[in-house]
């Protein structure tokens, strides 16, 4: 009897992290929303703008330029400016669209 019970222990033990696999199936949905973008310069995983990325012409061009004094920005460097998209202030080389730095708006 002593057998007989570690043994179904022992099967016990291996069946029941498959059976779980087995449960859980398959996510093949193409629906999640996961990537998809909202205003304001976030997505549901974060900044959409950070240093070293792009920003997008459309982007670019809904935005406007913002003189750095008055908002106490950084100087821009040549060929670089600030703009304000979103109530977000991003600092990006006007040629490429390279972001040098970028100042997001609260929640």
Do not use: C
Not at 70 to 91: A, F, H, M, S, T
């Amino acid at each position: 009897m002593k057998k007989f019970l570690t043994t179904a222990a022992a099967a016990l033990m291996l069946v029941a992290p498959m059976s779980e696999a087995f449960a859980q199936g398959w996510n093949n949905r193409h629906d999640d929303r996961r990537g998809a973008m909202t205003m304001r310069g976030h997505n549901d995983h974060g900044p959409r703008w950070k240093k070293g990325g792009r920003i997008e012409r459309a982007d670019w061009n809904r935005g406007h330029r913002v003189d750095y004094r008055r908002y106490k920005l950084q100087r821009p460097p040549r060929g670089y400016e600030w703009r304000r998209v979103d109530n977000n202030y991003v600092l990006a080389a006007v040629a490429t669209g390279l972001i040098a730095s970028v100042i997001l708006a609260g929640r």
